[in-house]
């Protein structure tokens, strides 16, 4: 009967509001928000001489009361049963969560005839969830233990608690550059962009033609006939067959998961980008730069615009010689343009070379199971974190290595298979995949937040008593430290937990003159995905003292003294789970007269900047794929071909 007369009672604008609440985005609810089958209510008593107050005891005329309640909140509810003396469940006409739940919350509270509410939702039991563990069979045999945490693989990088947050989410995809990819892999099917093709030369390419929109990989081996009939080509070519490179990267990070079939990728929802780089020998160094900005979405003569620009760039090639200039310039424009650049450290034993010891990018060397440094992996400053590489030994199995997607064609492609590789080539993919997860949860975050947060959240170095220091004539597995693997281990957990905070953006202020007000406009700040911000703060943290005017708003102003000079202000904003995220702006501030000068200076400069003299030669990179230890015998004729050549 109640449901009845709560129906009838209610409006067409009662029913289109619970309707809205109901169709509100996803990333309006937080991820696990309880669900509320109704909402537990206490109304007051009646006032004395309240005509109610001899009958409040009438169970109709308590009914009568609480669809008044109902309908005065404008709730579409379906029935209400008493619970106790003076409680009473209204429960919804059908279960609602996140904000949906908030709004009738707030609606009650607000009732005067409503004493206090609550909802009821589902209680668990005391105990621990399971973790999220896919169903794909080599991922429950074992065969990729690398993505489990430290109890079962010590060096592997905490995938399950991760995935209980986040399996990931459609707006980070991940440009591979590499070799293609076998789009024709089960385990790929709809997981891969079409792509591009940037290898130039057609000798190279094996593919018959130079760039084109076909990214797939037809093979990149080097047959001895090659080396013999073709030697100005290939004589300085090793014999290989063909790695199938981006297709195993690219199952490492999105490989079709939890349908039953083959290995588990990191994201279970993003798109992976080939870019199609690298064949026969390795990768010109002009086909690795433009393939890194139109991945990141900027412009390259001759291409089509790229329509799925990339928030990550997976670059698993490594050098010879130190960062060049060319290659620090197209860095930092695929940085600026909103694209982290992941790159593996090498696999020389020795100091990265480029583009490992470029600024802005994320460096990746490996470990191995019991999370010491490999005998392989290239060590020193300029590594950013450590994950799991593969022994490299040759008795070394599945269960030692990286596992994922392959070929078996030994030249052009063959059946669709899984196998194990080992290098720094496939640490930088498991980096590269948990940011993309980051990203998931928190897409406000730019490449140095990700790269920071990643750093921040790691896991410390192991220590195993025994076993040397890593350094210089150390090749073998070696206890790191912070000075030479970077901040730890990657930890896929402790890093999504980190994305959750929100981001402190604002909007640069650029040659002010001293006496001017500036603004500070932090509104660019932004909260994780179903978080909202709800304070932002504005203090000084150096120069000469100044008042900020409406410090906590999200734009505030500050009057500069009449004299230049240089100032920091720090933004710290606070999202309604509490979590802090903070950024600080530097400002400097000019006379009148130097801004002046300035802007003639420009002007007769035609309003360019000078570009500074690069340095570098014609080094290459090598393919990070096996061990690399035919890095070596590469060498020379990588500089004299000017070619890159990928890793493992």
Same mark, same amino acid.
């Given at each position: 009967?109640?449901?009845?007369?709560?129906?009838?009672?209610?409006?067409?604008?009662?029913?289109?509001?619970?309707?809205?609440?109901?169709?509100?985005?996803?990333?309006?609810?937080?991820?696990?928000?309880?669900?509320?089958?109704?909402?537990?209510?206490?109304?007051?008593?009646?006032?004395?001489?309240?005509?109610?107050?001899?009958?409040?005891?009438?169970?109709?005329?308590?009914?009568?009361?609480?669809?008044?309640?109902?309908?005065?909140?404008?709730?579409?509810?379906?029935?209400?049963?008493?619970?106790?003396?003076?409680?009473?469940?209204?429960?919804?006409?059908?279960?609602?969560?996140?904000?949906? %739940?908030?709004?009738?919350?707030?609606?009650?509270?607000?009732?005067?005839?409503?004493?206090?509410?609550? +909802?009821?939702?589902?209680?668990?039991?005391?105990? %621990?969830?399971?973790?999220?563990?896919?169903?794909?069979?080599?991922?429950?045999?074992?065969?990729?233990?690398?993505?489990?945490?430290?109890?079962?693989?010590?060096? =592997?990088?905490?995938?399950?608690?991760?995935?209980?947050?986040?399996?990931?989410?459609?707006? #980070?995809?991940?440009?591979?550059?590499?070799?293609?990819?076998?789009?024709?892999?089960?385990?790929?099917?709809?997981?891969?962009?079409?792509?591009?093709?940037?290898?130039?030369?057609?000798?190279?390419?094996?593919?018959?033609?130079?760039?084109?929109?076909?990214?797939?990989?037809?093979?990149?081996?080097?047959?001895?006939?090659?080396?013999?009939?073709?030697?100005?080509?290939?004589?300085?070519?090793?014999?290989?067959?063909?790695?199938?490179?981006? !297709?195993?990267?690219?199952?490492?990070?999105?490989?079709?998961?939890?349908?039953?079939?083959?290995?588990?990728?990191?994201?279970?929802?993003?798109?992976?980008?080939?870019?199609?780089?690298?064949?026969?020998?390795?990768?010109?160094?002009?086909?690795?730069?433009?393939?890194?900005?139109?991945?990141?979405?900027?412009?390259?003569?001759?291409?089509?615009?790229?329509?799925?620009?990339?928030?990550?760039?997976?670059?698993?090639?490594?050098?010879?010689?130190?960062? !060049?200039?060319?290659?620090?310039?197209?860095?930092?424009?695929?940085?600026? #343009?909103?694209?982290?650049?992941?790159?593996?450290?090498?696999?020389?034993?020795?100091?990265?070379?480029?583009?490992?010891?470029?600024?802005?990018?994320? &460096?990746?060397?490996?470990?191995?199971?019991?999370?010491?440094?490999?005998?392989?992996?290239?060590?020193?400053?300029?590594?950013?974190?450590?994950?799991?590489?593969?022994?490299?030994?040759?008795?070394?199995?599945?269960?030692?290595?990286?596992?994922? !997607?392959?070929?078996?064609?030994?030249?052009?492609?063959?059946?669709?298979?899984?196998?194990?590789?080992?290098? &720094?080539?496939?640490?930088?993919?498991?980096?590269?995949?948990?940011?993309?997860?980051?990203?998931?949860?928190? +897409?406000?975050?730019?490449?140095?937040?990700?790269?920071?947060?990643?750093?921040?959240?790691?896991?410390?170095?192991?220590?195993?008593?025994?076993?040397?220091?890593?350094?210089?004539?150390?090749? %073998?597995?070696?206890?790191?430290?912070?000075?030479?693997?970077?901040? =730890?281990?990657?930890?896929?957990? =402790?890093?999504?937990?980190?994305?959750?905070?929100?981001?402190?953006?604002?909007?640069?202020?650029?040659?002010?003159?001293?006496?001017? !007000?500036?603004?500070?406009?932090?509104?660019?700040?932004?909260?994780? &995905?179903?978080?909202?911000?709800?304070?932002?703060?504005?203090?000084?943290?150096?120069?000469?003292?100044?008042?900020?005017?409406?410090?906590?708003?999200?734009?505030?102003?500050?009057?500069?003294?009449?004299?230049?000079?240089?100032?920091?202000?720090?933004?710290?904003?606070?999202?309604?789970?509490?979590?802090?995220?903070?950024?600080?702006?530097?400002?400097?501030?000019? &006379?009148?007269?130097?801004?002046?000068?300035? #802007?003639?200076?420009?002007?007769?400069?035609?309003?360019?900047?000078?570009?500074?003299?690069?340095?570098?030669?014609?080094?290459?990179?090598?393919?990070?794929?096996?061990? =690399?230890?035919?890095? %070596?015998?590469?060498?020379?004729?990588?500089?004299?071909?000017?070619?890159?050549?990928?890793?493992?």
């Amino acid at each position: 009967m109640l449901s009845l007369m709560l129906a009838g009672m209610l409006g067409m604008g009662a029913l289109q509001g619970a309707q809205a609440q109901a169709q509100l985005p996803t990333a309006q609810v937080p991820s696990g928000a309880p669900v509320a089958r109704g909402l537990i209510v206490k109304l007051k008593e009646p006032q004395a001489g309240d005509p109610t107050s001899a009958q409040r005891e009438r169970p109709q005329r308590l009914q009568e009361r609480l669809a008044a309640v109902a309908q005065d909140a404008g709730m579409f509810m379906r029935g209400q049963a008493a619970i106790g003396g003076g409680h009473h469940l209204m429960r919804f006409a059908r279960p609602l969560e996140g904000r949906a %739940v908030d709004d009738a919350l707030r609606r009650l509270r607000l009732h005067p005839d409503v004493a206090w509410v609550e +909802p009821d939702v589902l209680m668990k039991l005391a105990q %621990v969830a399971p973790n999220t563990a896919p169903n794909d069979p080599d991922y429950a045999a074992g065969l990729q233990d690398h993505l489990k945490g430290p109890a079962i693989y010590p060096g =592997g990088i905490n995938l399950p608690p991760a995935w209980n947050r986040t399996t990931g989410g459609v707006n #980070a995809t991940v440009a591979v550059l590499d070799t293609g990819v076998r789009f024709s892999h089960p385990d790929l099917a709809g997981r891969v962009l079409p792509g591009y093709d940037f290898v130039s030369e057609v000798e190279y390419g094996n593919d018959g033609d130079g760039r084109d929109a076909d990214a797939s990989d037809p093979g990149d081996w080097v047959s001895t006939s090659d080396r013999t009939t073709q030697r100005a080509l290939y004589g300085a070519c090793l014999r290989s067959d063909s790695t199938w490179h981006g !297709t195993f990267i690219a199952g490492q990070l999105s490989a079709l998961t939890n349908n039953g079939v083959g290995v588990a990728g990191i994201n279970w929802s993003n798109k992976v980008l080939p870019v199609r780089v690298s064949g026969k020998c390795g990768a010109f160094l002009s086909d690795i730069l433009d393939g890194m900005r139109w991945a990141a979405g900027l412009t390259v003569a001759g291409a089509p615009a790229n329509p799925n620009p990339a928030r990550i760039i997976n670059l698993s090639f490594g050098g010879d010689v130190a960062c !060049t200039a060319s290659y620090q310039d197209i860095i930092n424009e695929v940085t600026a #343009a909103g694209a982290l650049v992941v790159v593996a450290a090498g696999n020389d034993n020795l100091s990265p070379k480029r583009p490992a010891d470029c600024k802005n990018v994320l &460096t990746v060397g490996a470990v191995q199971r019991n999370g010491l440094k490999t005998d392989y992996s290239s060590f020193g400053l300029a590594v950013g974190i450590m994950a799991p590489g593969g022994t490299g030994v040759a008795t070394a199995t599945a269960t030692t290595n990286i596992y994922s !997607t392959g070929n078996d064609g030994a030249t052009s492609p063959g059946n669709n298979v899984y196998s194990y590789k080992v290098g &720094t080539s496939f640490s930088t993919p498991l980096a590269a995949g948990v940011a993309s997860l980051m990203l998931a949860l928190n +897409p406000a975050l730019t490449p140095a937040e990700l790269t920071q947060r990643l750093r921040a959240s790691v896991r410390p170095h192991v220590f195993l008593a025994g076993s040397p220091s890593c350094g210089p004539r150390v090749n %073998v597995p070696c206890n790191c430290t912070t000075s030479t693997c970077g901040a =730890g281990l990657l930890d896929a957990d =402790g890093a999504v937990l980190a994305a959750l905070a929100p981001v402190a953006l604002f909007a640069g202020v650029v040659g002010p003159v001293a006496g001017s !007000t500036i603004s500070l406009d932090g509104r660019a700040s932004a909260a994780s &995905t179903g978080s909202a911000l709800v304070s932002y703060l504005w203090t000084q943290v150096a120069g000469s003292t100044v008042i900020i005017q409406n410090p906590a708003s999200a734009v505030a102003s500050v009057a500069l003294p009449a004299a230049a000079g240089n100032f920091q202000f720090k933004l710290v904003v606070t999202d309604n789970a509490g979590r802090q995220g903070e950024q600080v702006l530097s400002v400097t501030s000019f &006379t009148a007269e130097a801004a002046a000068a300035a #802007a003639a200076t420009s002007a007769a400069a035609g309003g360019g900047t000078a570009a500074s003299g690069g340095g570098g030669g014609g080094g290459s990179m090598g393919w990070l794929w096996g061990a =690399g230890l035919w890095l %070596v015998a590469l060498a020379a004729w990588r500089r004299r071909r000017g070619l890159a050549a990928l890793q493992p």
